[in-house]
């Protein structure tokens, strides 16, 4: 029985728990809790920020959108549905720790990307990889439009790179965890071309029949130049370092 039968998040939450454990391994649901737990201390800073009004510097926005974007516990979850338990000298390591980490980056800054349009329309910008260009680096909006898609596209390129040379020495489970961080790269995109919450002119309520998505933009082989230096963003810099 539920602890705080009085808070019904509390209550649906502690359901979730209980129906991973039941399908899971303790290590596999360790690692979801860990997860949703950094996620939902990502969100805190997020909104401390906003109460504060407090515009963070680049590194300190990619340290909390690696967390608040909820990519962590999105992705724990594989394991608990492939029922693929990744051994933990594997999914420890430092090259593993920055896939992963890459995979949730990617992820953060295409919803920066997708939600652009209608967050600035309802003035909900104010933390945005876009919006932290234009304030720190005095950069145009259309600058820091190409900053932020080039920094995300060479973290997809350093993904790639790795992952390639990852694989061959991986286990099975390893295989089928990277070769799944990538569907969820595409995956998130796919998503947010069709889901209400980035495509509706009203709140993310509106029911999927109310929306006409738009017409599928063409995917490009080709990054954006090779992207801004991360050498001094110590949060995502160490990931192109000799990990292999």
Not at 155 to 171: H, I, T, Y
């Amino acid at each position: 029985m539920c602890p705080y039968a009085d808070d019904p998040y509390a209550v649906s939450l502690h359901d979730i728990s209980e129906r991973f454990r039941s399908c899971a391994t303790p290590v596999r649901v360790r690692r979801f809790a860990h997860a949703h737990h950094a996620w939902l201390n990502g969100v805190t800073w997020q909104i401390a920020n906003r109460a504060g009004g407090r515009m963070p510097g680049l590194d300190d926005y990619l340290t909390m959108r690696l967390h608040s974007a909820g990519g962590e516990p999105t992705y724990a979850m594989l394991e608990i549905v492939n029922a693929a338990e990744v051994p933990a000298h594997e999914m420890d390591s430092p090259a593993v720790t920055a896939l992963t980490e890459m995979a949730i980056c990617v992820d953060a800054l295409d919803n920066d990307r997708h939600s652009l349009a209608k967050g600035a329309a309802r003035r909900q910008t104010d933390q945005n990889v876009f919006t932290v260009l234009t304030h720190h680096h005095r950069l145009t909006e259309q600058q820091a439009l190409h900053e932020g898609i080039a920094l995300r596209d060479r973290v997809l390129v350093r993904f790639l790179d790795l992952r390639e040379k990852v694989m061959p020495r991986a286990g099975r489970e390893l295989r089928r965890y990277l070769t799944d961080l990538g569907h969820g790269i595409r995956g998130n995109t796919e998503w947010a071309l069709r889901v209400p919450r980035y495509l509706s002119p009203r709140d993310a309520t509106t029911a999927p029949g109310d929306v006409t998505a738009p017409e599928t933009p063409p995917f490009t082989e080709t990054p954006l130049a090779e992207g801004p230096p991360t050498h001094h963003l110590p949060t995502i810099g160490w990931w192109w370092d000799d990990l292999a």
